[in-house]
């Protein structure tokens, strides 16, 4: 089988998350979109995307593609589904295509399927919403047929769910509560003495938890994270740092992104309301229908130390954010600044900065990444309104 993931209109409400990756690429529970498919299917795995994405993730097309819709999370009925398709048959739910067997890209006609019960992500928040669950599929999934390895007699280890240990995982003295969910702990991942973590939780590959941490229910640490504080209900992406005390709820972070010491993020409305959040794709805030609802944050951005976002805010792509103060509950990408104003941070600056901060991971920053951070900083300029004046 040779999977196509592609990306449809509703990504355009994905942003600022899909802005530098294929909608299928973002991770909720402890893999991957992609992951997930990969796994399920042991198939090849490709990607049509936006076209300032698709050099960076091009597609690979045969004499006989499936393509599913990159925001659909599979289950069980969702494979049984796919793995029936014939050739020339799309499954729909509503007005969403979630999969077709083709020879190319949206090939007529197509006998229709009508299919219930998928679940897409539809909007930014549904990554952290979906996240408890999508743990719970992902650690099923993982550890099938495995043997865990076992924890350092050091760790206080209580309730009714497993926790599953990779290989070369470091614990010692910590507390895992599994009472409410699993708790996995990625390869060569680390929690240090004293953190106290409440399942489902992941720890990807490569991550860490500091000392002292308090983790509750539903979150995940992408790979080659490290975190600190307090952390509730949140998704991390990878290779992203919060190593510090400071709050972080119900939030989504992207890659590479650093929230300085003592930085945190209102989740709840000090009125009980209903959160609003920017959307990239109407332009305008949008009803969440949630009472909890934290930050989001795009690739490359940054904060400074006690830096305080307020209840629903979303940040772009290379975005450094820094003094005294709330900022705005939108900040475009490439923006340089805070609550007293900001200023653009010019794509050679980023770069530099980027640079240097992969550099520290042993990961290069490609000609393709630059020229897909030039393709945001341009679409974006009529967001950073201090350009106009």
């Not at 509503?94 to 949206?106: E, G, T, V």
């Not at 959040?277 to 904060?303: P, V």
């Not at 006690?306 to 709330?326: C, D, E, K, L, R």
Request: glycine letters at 10%.
């Amino acid at each position: 089988m040779n999977i196509v993931l592609f990306d449809d209109q509703i990504v355009q409400h994905l942003q600022p998350l899909s802005l530098t990756r294929p909608a299928a690429l973002m991770r909720c529970g402890i893999l991957t979109i992609a992951e997930k498919w990969q796994l399920h299917c042991s198939a090849a795995i490709s990607y049509l995307t936006s076209d300032y994405l698709q050099a960076k993730f091009p597609a690979n097309l045969s004499h006989d593609n499936v393509f599913i819709n990159g925001r659909l999370l599979p289950d069980e009925s969702v494979l049984n589904a796919v793995n029936q398709l014939k050739v020339g048959q799309m499954l729909k739910q509503n007005d969403s295509i979630l999969a077709y067997r083709s020879a190319h890209f949206q090939d007529e006609p197509l006998e229709l399927i009508s299919f219930e019960g998928a679940i897409l992500i539809q909007r930014i928040h549904n990554i952290f919403t979906l996240n408890h669950q999508q743990i719970d599929l992902d650690f099923n999934l993982l550890t099938k047929g495995k043997t865990s390895a076992k924890l350092s007699s050091t760790n206080t280890v209580f309730g009714q769910y497993p926790i599953f240990v990779e290989e070369g995982v470091k614990a010692e003295a910590a507390i895992f509560n599994s009472s409410e969910g699993p708790i996995y702990l990625g390869k060569n991942s680390e929690v240090m003495e004293g953190a106290m973590i409440r399942g489902p939780f992941a720890l990807c590959e490569g991550a860490g938890v500091k000392m002292g941490a308090k983790i509750y229910t539903g979150t995940t640490i992408g790979p080659h994270s490290k975190v600190g504080g307090e952390v509730s209900n949140s998704v991390i992406f990878g290779y992203s740092n919060k190593g510090h005390d400071g709050f972080l709820g119900n939030s989504v972070l992207g890659e590479w992104c650093n929230l300085g010491a003592d930085s945190n993020n209102s989740n709840l409305k000090n009125n009980y309301e209903e959160v609003k959040l920017w959307n990239y794709a109407t332009g305008n805030f949008e009803r969440t229908g949630l009472q909890f609802c934290g930050l989001f944050m795009g690739d490359h951005s940054k904060c400074g130390i006690n830096t305080m976002f307020n209840t629903g805010t979303v940040v772009g792509v290379s975005a450094n954010i820094f003094g005294s103060g709330f900022p705005r509950n939108f900040v475009p990408s490439f923006s340089w600044g805070g609550s007293q104003g900001f200023e653009t941070y010019m794509p050679k600056k980023a770069f530099q900065t980027a640079e240097k901060v992969m550099e520290r991971r042993h990961v290069q920053l490609l000609e393709e990444d630059k020229q897909i951070l030039q393709h945001i900083f341009e679409i974006e300029t009529t967001y950073r309104n201090w350009e106009k004046s």
